[in-house]
């Protein structure tokens, strides 16, 4: 079911019923379109279909994993935030998540409202500023306006949280940020992932940055700098 959107249409991809139904509530309350699948496989086609603005997710789903649609959605070169709602509590599937490409997770039980303000905050960070500051630090340039990043003119593929991330470093070179600094400075919010998450979405930009992945530097036991 699609409901006409005014900030924006989320798709949410949950196989309970009375979650799905309270999470379109109170995004349908705060002004948002919903469509809701209630099957890994409807979700994926639905991403492909409605081209919403942000995903909900969970990750035990019939048919297919909200991980699989997620790794099977940045195959396709779409970047659309996602969000995973689960039940799973455990680390391993938490960061399994967040490396298939997942920007924010929430564990269930969990605040409808709270998950809206997440919504709303990884929206905000998607849009980014219309203008800034282009920042450059060896080979890596990175454009607020434009929202884009390239190393050496190639253009880099990154979702909303790690091109935060790897703004927020690069906008002060060689100042060592904690990861607490970094989850309030970049998330915005204090996330149930912990600093885990920081760890996670670095070494995701890492990787992308490849032969410049040496300019995130890790100060042992403190947090991570950029530094040429």
Same mark, same amino acid.
């Given at each position: 079911?699609?409901?006409?959107?005014?900030?924006?249409?989320?798709?949410?991809?949950?196989?309970?019923?009375?979650?799905?139904?309270?999470v379109?509530?109170?995004?349908?309350?705060?002004?948002?379109?919903?469509? *809701?699948?209630h099957?890994?496989?409807a979700g994926?086609?639905?991403?492909?279909?409605?081209?919403?603005?942000?995903?909900? /997710? !969970?990750?035990? /789903?019939?048919?297919?994993?909200?991980?699989?649609?997620?790794?099977?959605?940045?195959?396709?070169?779409?970047?659309?935030? *996602?969000?995973?709602?689960?039940?799973?509590?455990?680390?391993?599937?938490?960061?399994?998540?967040?490396?298939?490409?997942?920007?924010?997770?929430?564990?269930?039980?969990?605040?409808?409202?709270e998950? *809206?303000?997440?919504?709303?905050?990884?929206?905000?960070?998607?849009?980014?500023?219309?203008?800034?500051? *282009?920042?450059?630090?060896?080979?890596?340039?990175?454009?607020?306006?434009?929202?884009?990043?390239?190393?050496?003119?190639?253009?880099?593929?990154?979702?909303?949280?790690?091109? !935060?991330l790897?703004?927020?470093?690069?906008?002060?070179?060689?100042?060592?940020?904690?990861?607490?600094?970094?989850?309030?400075?970049?998330?915005?919010?204090?996330?149930?992932?912990?600093?885990?998450t920081?760890?996670?979405?670095?070494?995701?930009?890492?990787?992308?940055?490849?032969?410049?992945a040496s /300019?995130i530097?890790?100060?042992?036991?403190?947090?991570y700098?950029?530094?040429?």
């Amino acid at each position: 079911m699609t409901e006409a959107p005014s900030k924006g249409l989320v798709l949410v991809v949950e196989d309970e019923r009375p979650i799905a139904d309270l999470v379109r509530m109170y995004l349908s309350r705060d002004g948002f379109g919903v469509h *809701v699948e209630h099957d890994g496989t409807a979700g994926l086609a639905a991403a492909r279909r409605v081209r919403p603005v942000a995903c909900i /997710l !969970d990750i035990a /789903l019939p048919g297919m994993e909200g991980t699989e649609i997620v790794r099977r959605m940045r195959e396709d070169g779409d970047w659309t935030p *996602v969000i995973f709602l689960t039940a799973r509590d455990d680390e391993v599937d938490r960061i399994i998540g967040l490396e298939m490409g997942a920007d924010d997770y929430v564990t269930k039980p969990f605040s409808p409202r709270e998950l *809206v303000t997440r919504v709303k905050a990884l929206l905000r960070r998607a849009a980014g500023p219309q203008e800034g500051r *282009v920042r450059t630090l060896g080979p890596v340039t990175l454009d607020p306006g434009r929202r884009q990043v390239t190393v050496d003119g190639r253009l880099l593929a990154l979702t909303p949280t790690e091109f !935060d991330l790897l703004g927020h470093l690069l906008g002060r070179p060689g100042r060592v940020f904690t990861r607490e600094e970094l989850l309030a400075g970049v998330w915005g919010y204090a996330s149930h992932a912990g600093t885990r998450t920081v760890d996670v979405h670095v070494a995701q930009v890492r990787a992308k940055l490849g032969g410049a992945a040496s /300019l995130i530097r890790t100060v042992r036991g403190v947090g991570y700098t950029a530094d040429a």
